[in-house]
T-cell receptor, first 115, second 112 residues
Framework: AQKITQTQPGMFVQEKEAVTLDCTYDTSDQSYGLFWYKQPSSGEMIFLIYQGSYDEQNATEGRYSLNFQKARKSANLVISASQLGDSAMYFCAMREGGFTGKLIFGQGTTLQVKP | DVKVTQSSRYLVKRTGEKVFLECVQDMDHENMFWYRQDPGLGLRLIYFSYDVKMKEKGDIPEGYSVSREKKERFSLILESASTNQTSMYLC???????????FGQGTRLTVV
């Protein structure tokens, strides 16, 4: 069965430093998609970045990059030059490749950026 | 702008009541999802739908049902609300192989 695991319930990072949030996944599909979302205290879900299983390059979006290691089934989010506004809950998610497009999420990691 | 709208932001219901949570999207997306979010447990998939009248159970379907009579609308039904269904409920939609899922603002349901 599909599964997403985020093993870091909480993380701290100093402002302007880089931070890596871990995500591992389990699937028997060959085709799938991986996502990261940010949820600030306001509760909205903000899409950050997407990686397809067949994409050879790691996805990047501004200060966000996804370190995709297919053999290890990991999809870690790297935030460079952390800002105070990055303090939030971060969720990793996976879409299965079948026609149903089932989308599941991990438990989340709370990131706090210290000034 | 893609919009996913949930009918209520906050809801208080009594134990045993039948509760309807409505979700509407305006982007003609095939897929729609209902999740509940609880501290420490992340977002857990309750049900999803990949087409009109098509639905699949997620990881925690017990106590819930869904309805999708029109493509844009996906309803979550609590047949007989219980206190352990007090939670934040999030609706999302996406295309079939979409590279982004869009979320509603969430409904915080309290069952007393």
């Amino acid at each position: 069965a599909q599964k997403i695991t985020q093993t870091q319930p909480g993380m701290f990072v100093q402002e302007k430093e880089a931070v890596t949030l871990d995500c591992t996944y389990d699937t028997s599909d060959q085709s799938y998609g991986l996502f990261w979302y940010k949820q600030p205290s306001s509760g909205e879900m903000i899409f950050l970045i997407y990686q397809g299983s067949y994409d050879e390059q790691n996805a990047t979006e501004g200060r966000y990059s996804l370190n995709f290691q297919k053999a290890r089934k990991s999809a870690n989010l790297v935030i460079s030059a952390s800002q105070l506004g990055d303090s939030a809950m971060y969720f990793c998610a996976m879409r299965e490749g079948g026609f149903t497009g089932k989308l599941i999420f991990g438990q989340g990691t709370t990131l706090q950026v210290k000034p | 702008d893609v919009k996913v709208t949930q009918s209520s932001r906050y809801l208080v219901k009594r134990t045993g009541e039948k509760v309807f949570l409505e979700c509407v999207q305006d982007m003609d997306h095939e897929n729609m999802f209902w999740y509940r979010q609880d501290p420490g447990l992340g977002l857990r998939l309750i049900y999803f739908s990949y087409d009109v009248k098509m639905k699949e159970k997620g990881d925690i379907p017990e106590g819930y049902s869904v309805s999708r009579e029109k493509k844009e609308r996906f309803s979550l039904i609590l047949e007989s609300a219980s206190t352990n269904q007090t939670s934040m409920y999030l609706c999302a939609s996406s295309t079939g192989l979409g590279t982004e899922a869009f979320f509603g603002q969430g409904t915080r349901l309290t069952v007393v």
